[in-house]
Antibody, heavy 121, light 110 residues
Framework: QVQLVESGGAVVQPGRSLRLSCAASGFTFSSHGMHWVRQAPGKGLEWVAVISHDGSNEYYADSVKGRFSVSRDNAKDTLYLQMNSLRAEDTAVYYC??????????????WGQGSLVTVSS | QSVLTQPPSASETPGQRVTISCSGSTSNIGSNYVYWYQQLSGTAPKLLIYRNNQRPSGVPDRFSGSNSGTSASLAISGLRSEDEGDYYCAAWDGSLSGVIFGGGTKLTVL
């Protein structure tokens, strides 16, 4: 069955960097666009970024553009989110989610369990 | 601020029907599919409706989706206590080149 497992969440100081990983299994990873979606404590869902199945296209929410970078390693079935210049408002549970081939749709048909990132001094 | 507008809350008694609305614009709902997600307390979201009105396998037919123009709605009939949770709509927005979510609707089964 489809499984997505995030890792790398931590408590980090403002201005620092952190990289999240999402290990995928149970499906052909290289056939799917992959997303990052976050949820601040007590708040709603916020889309963060998407990368197409082959890594040729990436899109970002305005709130993270220029600071976050999404990438993937199809040989390792792993998705990454590099987060730089972190701010307090980036504090959230970060989910990876499977999307369509190119990722340009609001479809997330499988989700990981989430990884908590806390930005605090 | 969410680009898709949902009511913050909804409530109904067991066995009844409730509808949750999702209002957008021509750049999102008006030109792309709408998706609905259910998030129960303390869990990851789950896909409930895809491509406006399609149910993934395993989702009961008590859940249905529809849309018209720049608005969409999720209907839940035969409400059960286990339906209590948060519901989100989502769509690709061509102007933003990204996915947008509604703010979420907290459903209470009285």
């Amino acid at each position: 069955q489809v499984q997505l497992v995030e890792s790398g969440g931590a408590v980090v100081q403002p201005g620092r960097s952190l990289r999240l990983s999402c290990a995928a299994s149970g499906f052909t990873f290289s056939s799917h666009g992959m997303h990052w979606v976050r949820q601040a404590p007590g708040k709603g869902l916020e889309w963060v970024a998407v990368i197409s199945h082959d890594g040729s296209n990436e899109y970002y929410a305005d709130s993270v553009k220029g600071r976050f970078s999404v990438s993937r390693d199809n040989a390792k079935d792993t998705l990454y989110l590099q987060m730089n210049s972190l701010r307090a408002e980036d504090t959230a549970v970060y989910y990876c989610a499977r999307g369509t081939h190119y990722g340009q749709a609001g479809l997330f048909d499988s989700w990981g369990q989430g990884s908590l990132v806390t930005v605090s001094s | 601020q969410s680009v898709l507008t949902q009511p913050p809350s909804a409530s109904e008694t067991p066995g009844q029907r409730v509808t949750i609305s999702c209002s957008g614009s021509t750049s999102n709902i008006g030109s792309n599919y709408v998706y609905w997600y259910q998030q129960l307390s303390g869990t990851a979201p789950k896909l409930l409706i895809y491509r406006n009105n399609q149910r993934p396998s395993g989702v009961p037919d008590r859940f249905s989706g529809s849309n018209s123009g720049t608005s969409a709605s999720l209907a839940i009939s035969g409400l059960r206590s286990e339906d209590e949770g948060d519901y989100y709509c989502a769509a690709w927005d061509g102007s933003l080149s990204g996915v947008i979510f509604g703010g979420g609707t907290k459903l209470t089964v009285l």
